[in-house]
């Protein structure tokens, strides 16, 4: 796991371009959380509470809690799109 860890790329400075909502998900027991204060540039980003009893795949580990946040992530995405596409002047 180390050796992945160590071998992914430096990514931060792509995140920071993103312009899509981006989540942050880890477990409480997970090696290699992220990071929120790197990740902090990031226009809209988001970090999750950390899933207790999940190390770093919680979609398999506990899988009805990541289902959960991503649902719960999804529908404030959607509510963000709704109230830009019935604004008068939406963002660009």
Do not use: Y
Not at 1 to 6: D, G, R, V
Not at 14 to 28: A, K, N, S, Y
Request: aromatic residues 10%.
């Amino acid at each position: 796991m180390l050796e992945f860890a160590t071998s992914v790329p430096p990514l931060v400075e792509p995140f920071r371009r993103l312009t899509i909502p981006v989540l942050g998900v880890c477990g409480d027991g997970d090696p290699f959380p992220d990071r929120p204060e790197v990740l902090a540039g990031m226009q809209n980003f988001r970090e999750a509470p950390p899933v207790a009893g999940a190390g770093r795949f919680i979609q398999w580990e506990k899988p009805a809690e990541f289902n959960a946040l991503l649902r719960a992530f999804f529908a404030e995405c959607a509510a963000g799109v709704r109230s830009v596409a019935e604004s008068d002047h939406p963002r660009r």
